[in-house]
């Protein structure tokens, strides 16, 4: 058992909390992900590493409440347990040599994308983050990524907050007054760090992005988070997000047939969301 630490709410749908898992503290790094089950009968689920404290043993998560499982995961509180706690899962975020990097990162995928912020900053880079939420009220990590950067820049879609607009308005700024970077990495929707990816190709910057599909097992073996990539001639390849990525050539990946794949399960999800709820205001009554 995993004992929860620290509980904290950081919006409406987004919680954060410090998990006891000392022998995952020691290896994590910034990139890398857990498979985590609440109970005993719960399903794996995928969660990025989001920060650790290896002195202290604990390993950080920031998670959305948008399904069954999360609800669950979200129903517990410090100094309560959950039942598994695996990894870390996946490969680190590749960090070396980079000087000047910009950091782009939308709703929850800001979690992801603070601790590589953080990394490079400790590592002298020169960080530009720009973070993007729908509005306000989703804002999520705004003092922490002021801290890691050089530069930020917070976009909300209605404009309730920072400037009005998508994460691209000031990364196409910066692009045509001739801003250049070592490297852009992306974390957020599929369909954000798509339209990043375009963004960034005309530039010829290497961008990589982040990606987090359907994952059962976390080791390769289910084939559920595959992905097809192209390589330098056009041809398709197949790799594994769990144990090949989660960082991948934006370049390369073919985010049609991922978020066409992401779909899939997505009554379901919400079905299964909606009786847990239920059941879970139950037990509060």
């Known amino acids: 058992m995993y004992k929860i630490i620290n509980k904290q709410s950081l919006n ?23 498979i985590l089950r609440v109970d005993a009968d719960g399903e794996r689920i995928p969660l990025t590493v989001a920060g650790y404290n290896r002195e202290a043993g604990t390993v950080r998560i920031i998670f959305q409440i948008v399904g069954a499982t999360t609800a669950k995961l979200n129903a517990k509180n410090a100094g309560e347990s959950i039942e598994d706690f695996v990894g870390p899962l996946g490969m680190p975020t590749k960090l070396d040599g980079l000087k000047k990097v910009c950091i782009v990162g939308g709703g929850v995928g800001c979690a992801i994308a603070l601790p590589i912020a953080q990394k490079l900053h400790e590592m002298g880079c020169e960080v530009t983050s720009i973070i993007g939420f729908r509005s306000k009220d989703l804002l999520i990590l705004e003092d922490e990524f002021r801290v890691a950067s050089k530069t930020l820049h917070v976009m909300t879609d209605d404009g309730s907050y920072g400037r009005e607009g998508n ?119």
């Open 167 to 285: 994460v691209c308005v000031p990364l196409n700024e910066m692009f045509a007054a001739g801003e250049t970077f070592d490297e852009v990495i992306t974390i957020g929707p599929l369909v954000m760090m798509k339209f990043v990816v375009a963004a960034t190709k005309p530039t010829g910057i290497p961008c990589t992005v982040s990606m987090n599909p359907i994952m059962i097992d976390g080791t390769g073996m289910c084939g559920g988070c595959r992905l097809t990539l192209h390589d330098e001639n056009g041809n398709a390849v197949t790799k594994f997000a769990c144990v090949d990525g989660p960082d991948f050539d934006g370049y390369a990946v073919d985010f049609d047939e991922a978020m066409s794949r992401g779909a899939m399960y997505r009554d379901f999800e919400r079905h299964a969301y909606e009786k847990t709820c239920n059941l879970l205001n139950k037990e509060v009554k």
């Open 12 to 34: 409406p749908t987004v919680t954060l909390m410090d998990i006891e898992a000392p022998f995952v503290a020691r290896k994590a790094e910034p990139g890398q992900f857990i």
